[in-house]
C-alpha cells in the first residue's frame, strides 16, 4: 500500500505542477498591467488576480482552504503579519488570501524561476541573504511598504521547519521592524500544508484541507525586540500544538 500511495502521490505532484504552469500563461496577461500602475494600486491588483489563479489551482489540485480570524484586521492600521512557514505551497496561498493587500519578503532564488519569478517580484521584496547590503535594503523597502498603507507579509523562520517542533526558532527582522514603526504585529498560523506538501519527499502532494488562523494583533508599545519575538513566538506555538490535529 505505501508503494502505490507513493506513486499516486507523485503523480498527483507533477499533476499539480502542470496546473500550476498551464494556468499561469492564462493569467500571467492580466499581470502584465503591473507595469503601469504604481503602488499600493500594483499590489492590490496583483492580489485580486492571484486570489482567482490560486483558486482555481486549489481547486484543480483537490486542495481546500479556508481563513478563520478575518475581523481581526476590522479598524486595524496597516500592520506586520508574520506567518510559519512549512511547506512550498504557503507562499502563493498566503500572500493572495490574507484578508488586505499584502507584499512578502522573498528570496532572490524565486527570481530566477521562469515566469513565476516575474510575477512573484510585482508583490514582494526581494533579499539576497547573502549580502549584507541587500539585507539592509530589503528592510528599508519593507519600511516603505508600510508608508505606502500596506501590510507586510514575514516569515520569521526565514526557510521551511523541516523538524517536528511546531515552529522553528524566530529571526529579528519581524519585530526590529515592528519596534521602529510602532505597527502592531499580526500572528498568522497555517495548518496541514506540511502534509499537502512536505519538504521531502519532494513532487509529493497530498491532496486536503489546508486552513490560515489569523491570531489576534499584538502591539509593539511596552516591548523590546526580545520581549515581542518571545510573546509571538509562544502564541504561534501555542495555537499550533493546540489545533493542528483539528484539521
Given at each position: 500500500?505505501?508503494?502505490?500511495?507513493?506513486?499516486?502521490?507523485?503523480?498527483?505532484?507533477?499533476?499539480?505542477?502542470?496546473?500550476?504552469?498551464?494556468?499561469?500563461?492564462?493569467?500571467?496577461?492580466?499581470?502584465?498591467?503591473?507595469?503601469?500602475?504604481?503602488?499600493?494600486?500594483?499590489?492590490?491588483?496583483?492580489?485580486?488576480?492571484?486570489?482567482?489563479?490560486?483558486?482555481?489551482?486549489?481547486?484543480?489540485?483537490?486542495?481546500?482552504?479556508?481563513?478563520?480570524?478575518?475581523?481581526?484586521?476590522?479598524?486595524?492600521?496597516?500592520?506586520?503579519?508574520?506567518?510559519?512557514?512549512?511547506?512550498?505551497?504557503?507562499?502563493?496561498?498566503?500572500?493572495?488570501?490574507?484578508?488586505?493587500?499584502?507584499?512578502?519578503?522573498?528570496?532572490?532564488?524565486?527570481?530566477?524561476?521562469?515566469?513565476?519569478?516575474?510575477?512573484?517580484?510585482?508583490?514582494?521584496?526581494?533579499?539576497?541573504?547573502?549580502?549584507?547590503?541587500?539585507?539592509?535594503?530589503?528592510?528599508?523597502?519593507?519600511?516603505?511598504?508600510?508608508?505606502?498603507?500596506?501590510?507586510?507579509?514575514?516569515?520569521?523562520?526565514?526557510?521551511?521547519?523541516?523538524?517536528?517542533?511546531?515552529?522553528?526558532?524566530?529571526?529579528?527582522?519581524?519585530?526590529?521592524?515592528?519596534?521602529?514603526?510602532?505597527?502592531?504585529?499580526?500572528?498568522?498560523?497555517?495548518?496541514?500544508?506540511?502534509?499537502?506538501?512536505?519538504?521531502?519527499?519532494?513532487?509529493?502532494?497530498?491532496?486536503?484541507?489546508?486552513?490560515?488562523?489569523?491570531?489576534?494583533?499584538?502591539?509593539?508599545?511596552?516591548?523590546?525586540k526580545d520581549s515581542l519575538k518571545q510573546l509571538?513566538?509562544?502564541?504561534?506555538?501555542?495555537?499550533?500544538?493546540?489545533?493542528?490535529?483539528?484539521?
Amino acid at each position: 500500500m505505501n508503494i502505490i500511495k507513493n506513486i499516486v502521490a507523485r503523480l498527483l505532484a507533477f499533476w499539480a505542477l502542470f496546473v500550476f504552469a498551464s494556468t499561469m500563461f492564462i493569467f500571467i496577461w492580466f499581470y502584465l498591467f503591473c507595469f503601469i500602475m504604481p503602488d499600493p494600486l500594483k499590489t492590490r491588483f496583483h492580489r485580486r488576480v492571484s486570489q482567482v489563479w490560486m483558486g482555481l489551482f486549489l481547486f484543480l489540485s483537490g486542495c481546500s482552504f479556508k481563513v478563520t480570524g478575518k475581523e481581526v484586521f476590522d479598524g486595524l492600521e496597516n500592520s506586520i503579519v508574520v506567518c510559519n512557514h512549512n511547506s512550498l505551497i504557503d507562499i502563493p496561498i498566503s500572500t493572495p488570501f490574507l484578508p488586505r493587500a499584502n507584499k512578502t519578503i522573498a528570496k532572490k532564488s524565486f527570481v530566477y524561476v521562469p515566469l513565476f519569478g516575474w510575477v512573484y517580484q510585482f508583490a514582494s521584496v526581494i533579499v539576497d541573504r547573502k549580502d549584507n547590503q541587500s539585507k539592509r535594503a530589503s528592510y528599508e523597502k519593507m519600511k516603505n511598504v508600510l508608508n505606502n498603507g500596506l501590510d507586510m507579509l514575514i516569515y520569521p523562520e526565514g526557510t521551511r521547519n523541516r523538524t517536528n517542533a511546531p515552529l522553528k526558532s524566530f529571526y529579528d527582522g519581524a519585530f526590529k521592524l515592528a519596534i521602529e514603526t510602532q505597527k502592531p504585529i499580526v500572528p498568522v498560523v497555517l495548518l496541514n500544508t506540511k502534509k499537502v506538501l512536505p519538504a521531502k519527499p519532494i513532487l509529493y502532494l497530498t491532496p486536503g484541507k489546508m486552513r490560515m488562523h489569523i491570531l489576534p494583533a499584538i502591539f509593539p508599545q511596552g516591548h523590546s525586540k526580545d520581549s515581542l519575538k518571545q510573546l509571538v513566538f509562544d502564541e504561534m506555538a501555542k495555537y499550533y500544538l493546540a489545533n493542528n490535529d483539528q484539521v
